[in-house]
């Protein structure tokens, strides 16, 4: 079951306050760390640690006057510990807080997608077993190929997005690095040791090499992972789309009391979640491009990728949280009609079926070419409406020399083409 979608559990995380909150932690983990290494007295160290504070609205007042926000951040801070705010940000430099912080809470983030993604696929997996053995159609260009069983459809999501989830691990993994390397990465004015013991504190790794700036190819390795997880919910959602259909209506979305879906038409029911996951996913894909604009910055840095990531990566966060609670739900409840994939399975009268002919014919000696054409020209009249595949192709001469009618007519049995589901599903699930 999919939890009910809290939004201000990620709009929290990405707030003023938890951002100014991770800046002080970094802040501070350096300020640890240079007390140990001698760089800072000790007592300093532990006075100011008790006693930093920082105030959202003084911090945005002092900013209209600086017009810097790192400065107006400490001086703040600086406000709350006195004499001793000579020793707060010391040796630092503006990226070296606000980039290790922004690695920190990325990673945080996606520690809150990847939550939502094993609950998504716990609702998959559930729904895949459901209808492991609910034969429908299946489509190609949306013409009805063969058989399938609903329950493969949620597989193939799962499986897909097993790999959407080690996408975002791997973009986890990439973002949380730290950096103090100071103004162009050359830790001039504060050695490498005090980058690793600072960044251990965090739980994140130092960065091998930077500049002021940890580098961007990190960053759109996260909103490409986003990106593409939120086009396979695009995927899934087109495909709930097309199922519900009224000349199709093999699933419907769930449809709550009091619901309405028309101003004008009191008896529609429209697939508007899905129809919302789809526009939702154009939006998040377009984050992608920014990020991937970021990578290339002037020399050691500029802050052209700064105004881009604070809109980019609070919103593809959150709007990717909220789109895997929503279709979560969506299909955690979807309601799905047996009776309606029956009737679909049998629209075509039985061309579903051409290909086991197609096979029995080669079988029986026929090349492959003379097969084919014999088991088109029947289905070619069934598709003109002149008679029932079966009853089309028995009654053709060299067919019947070869493959009587009760032998054609088992391989019209949907079953057939499900044998290997069960390998399918512990190829998948194990």
């Not at 006057?65 to 107006?72: L, R």
């Not at 997880?229 to 199922?243: C, D, P, Q, V, Y």
Request: hydrophobic share 45%.
């Amino acid at each position: 079951m999919i939890p009910r979608y809290t939004r201000p559990r990620m709009a929290a995380h990405w707030s003023d306050e938890n951002r100014y909150a991770t800046w002080l932690k970094v802040e501070l983990a350096a300020l640890s760390a240079q007390a140990d290494m001698g760089l800072v007295p000790r007592e300093a160290a532990s006075e100011i640690t008790s006693k930093a504070r920082f105030d959202v609205g003084r911090i945005e007042a002092i900013e209209e006057v600086v017009k810097h926000d790192v400065i107006a951040f400490t001086t703040s801070v600086g406000e709350s510990i006195g004499n001793l705010s000579r020793y707060f940000h010391y040796g630092l430099t503006s990226s070296d807080v606000v980039d290790t912080s922004l690695a920190l809470m990325t990673r945080d983030a996606l520690d809150l997608i990847i939550q939502d993604v094993d609950e998504f696929r716990a609702v998959l997996k559930a729904q895949a077993y459901a209808y492991k053995d609910q034969v429908c159609i299946g489509r190609t260009h949306g013409i009805h190929g063969e058989p399938t069983t609903f329950g493969l459809k949620f597989a193939l999501w799962y499986a897909e997005m097993g790999r959407n989830r080690a996408r975002l691990l791997a973009a986890r993994e990439g973002i949380a690095v730290g950096k103090l390397s100071g103004a162009v990465g050359t830790f001039a004015h504060l050695p490498p040791e005090l980058e690793e013991r600072v960044c251990a504190l965090l739980g994140l790794a130092p960065d091998p090499v930077s500049t002021q700036v940890i580098q961007r190819d990190r960053h759109a390795e996260v909103l490409a992972a986003l990106a593409i997880t939120g086009a396979t919910l695009e995927k899934i959602a087109t495909e709930i789309r097309h199922l519900q259909k009224t000349e199709v209506r093999e699933v419907e979305e769930p449809f709550s009391k009091g619901q309405k879906g028309s101003s004008a038409m009191p008896h529609k029911r429209n697939p508007v979640g899905c129809e919302n996951m789809t526009g939702l996913a154009r939006l998040l894909r377009g984050y992608a491009v920014p990020a991937l604009e970021d990578v290339a910055l002037w020399h050691e840095r500029d802050i052209s990728h700064s105004s881009v990531e604070r809109v980019i990566l609070p919103d593809a966060t959150t709007l990717l949280d909220y789109m895997l609670h929503r279709l979560g739900g969506i299909l955690d409840g979807l309601l799905v009609y047996p009776e309606a994939m029956a009737a679909n399975l049998n629209k075509t009268r039985g061309l579903i079926y051409s290909q086991q002919c197609l096979l029995a014919l080669t079988r029986a000696g026929l090349t492959r070419e003379d097969a084919y054409a014999l088991v088109q020209a029947a289905a070619m009249r069934c598709w003109a409406g002149e008679g029932d595949f079966l009853d089309l192709l028995s009654a053709t001469p060299e067919v019947a020399a070869r493959v009587p009618r009760q032998e054609l007519a088992a391989f019209f049995d949907p079953k057939r083409f499900l044998t290997h589901v069960d390998a399918i599903f512990t190829r998948v699930f194990g």
